[in-house]
């Protein structure tokens, strides 16, 4: 007869009752209807949660850049998002000029499509952005704790305003919402005054040339991250000049392409351990650690029984949302005797439709059927996992969950 086990993370006693024919259930709508569930009453504290503070998340080559500073966060403190970029020449032997004319640099504009961002409204940012000194290289990997060599600074820029939404007037045109950043003139005047050179005669001799650009920004306000697309057409830097005899000439370098590229975040957040909550927070802030306890127990009870489904769920807290709004997917991944994380086999097999993490009605469920039956049949496996924020290097939520919440229910059949 089939059995049904749910175990809160505190010792406490969950009545739930299941409809035979509920076809998300493996195995149980085959069963006739007088083989029902029963009701099994759990003594076990089968759940310990934590919260582990992240050391660092792979920030190569990110799909979104982030940039800002939140610092009113009532739980979680101040954190920061910079990045570090390449440019890439529009073609190679670039050469803007001829040897009759005399070129002169009108203004440097670092233009930054928004893809989004998170904190409060009406922000804005004092940005700084400096030159690099020390190359970067997109066949490398980096982490969010990467340290950037800088030298001269090209710009200082105070209450920068940002603002996703407006259209911005461009030479007599209305572009897509963008940050536009005015850099010194001299980047631009050493840039012309290598046209023709072997400096711009491809992206390996540019990209040495110039090494690129690492901005940060902080704010006296309640702060925010923005989100930028270094895809978008209206990311570039350009550079716009006159010559003796043409006015109003430009030339652009894009983020895209081969261009290196790495968020580099700063958490400040000092979590103190909660009876009530654990957190993710992405940025490499924090992750949530579950430890699956009485293992002795659980393999002696399961050891003639097959297990048909395994899920575990967390609950969102979500009494703080509408400034700071939860990850829309989490993972779940094991850890094994080395600290190493990897991604789940149910996950892996099964796919992300049925394994789940997706943030529906308040919850965040996970199918860890095949995870459970390793735990109880393989020495190697450890009995920890980790929730984890998904796109936690190219977004900035943070999510609340109640531990009294957390369910672990496992179906089985008595063999």
Same mark, same amino acid.
């Given at each position: ?133 020390? %190359?970067? =290289?997109?066949? $490398? *990997?980096?982490?969010?704790?990467? !340290? &950037?060599?800088? +030298? ?85 830097? %350009?550079? =716009?000049?006159? $010559? *003796?005899?043409?006015?109003?000439? !430009? &030339?652009?370098? +894009? ?161």
């Amino acid at each position: 007869m089939k059995k049904y086990i749910s175990a809160f993370y505190i010792c406490a006693t969950f009545l739930l009752i299941f409809s035979c024919t509920d076809p998300n259930l493996i195995g149980l709508e085959v069963q006739p209807p007088s083989d029902a569930l029963s009701v099994v009453k759990t003594t076990l504290n089968t759940l310990k949660l934590s919260t582990l503070s992240e050391d660092s998340l792979r920030s190569d080559e990110p799909s979104v850049l982030l940039l800002g500073n939140l610092n009113n966060d009532f739980i979680f403190g101040e954190s920061l998002a910079a990045f570090a970029t390449q440019f890439q020449l529009p073609y190679n032997n670039l050469n803007v000029g001829s040897y009759n004319d005399s070129l002169t640099v009108d203004s440097v504009i670092l233009s930054l499509s928004y893809s989004g961002k998170y904190g409060a409204n009406g922000e804005m940012l004092d940005i700084t952005i400096n030159e690099i000194s020390e %190359s970067i =290289y997109k066949d $490398s *990997t980096y982490y969010s704790n990467y !340290s &950037v060599i800088c +030298s001269n600074q090209l710009a200082s820029l105070n209450n920068v305003i940002i603002n996703p939404e407006d259209s911005v007037l461009v030479g007599g045109e209305m572009k897509a919402p963008h940050l536009r950043l005015n850099l010194d003139n001299s980047l631009g005047e050493r840039i012309l005054n290598a046209s023709g050179t072997i400096d711009l005669e491809n992206n390996s001799q540019f990209v040495e040339f110039f090494k690129g650009v690492y901005l940060t920004a902080t704010t006296s306000q309640n702060g925010t991250i923005v989100y930028f697309n270094p895809y978008a057409v209206n990311t570039k830097l %350009s550079v =716009y000049y006159h $010559s *003796t005899n043409v006015d109003s000439l !430009s &030339v652009d370098f +894009s983020l895209s392409g081969d261009a290196a590229r790495i968020n580099i975040f700063n958490d400040k957040s000092l979590l103190f351990e909660d009876t009530a909550f654990t957190y993710v927070q992405s940025m490499a802030g924090h992750k949530t650690v579950i430890e699956v306890k009485n293992l002795d127990t659980l393999k002696t009870f399961f050891k003639r029984k097959a297990i048909n489904r395994v899920n575990v769920s967390f609950e969102l807290n979500d009494s703080d949302t509408a400034d700071y709004s939860p990850h829309g997917r989490m993972y779940l991944v094991r850890v094994d005797n080395e600290g190493k994380d990897y991604f789940l086999s149910d996950y892996i097999i099964e796919g992300e439709d049925q394994f789940g993490g997706r943030l529906e009605n308040g919850k965040y469920t996970f199918n860890i059927t095949r995870y459970f039956f390793q735990l109880l049949n393989n020495d190697e496996y450890t009995n920890k996992l980790y929730l984890v924020a998904s796109g936690g290097a190219i977004n900035a939520k943070r999510t609340i969950f109640l531990k009294n919440k957390v369910k672990f229910n496992i179906i089985y059949t008595n063999l």
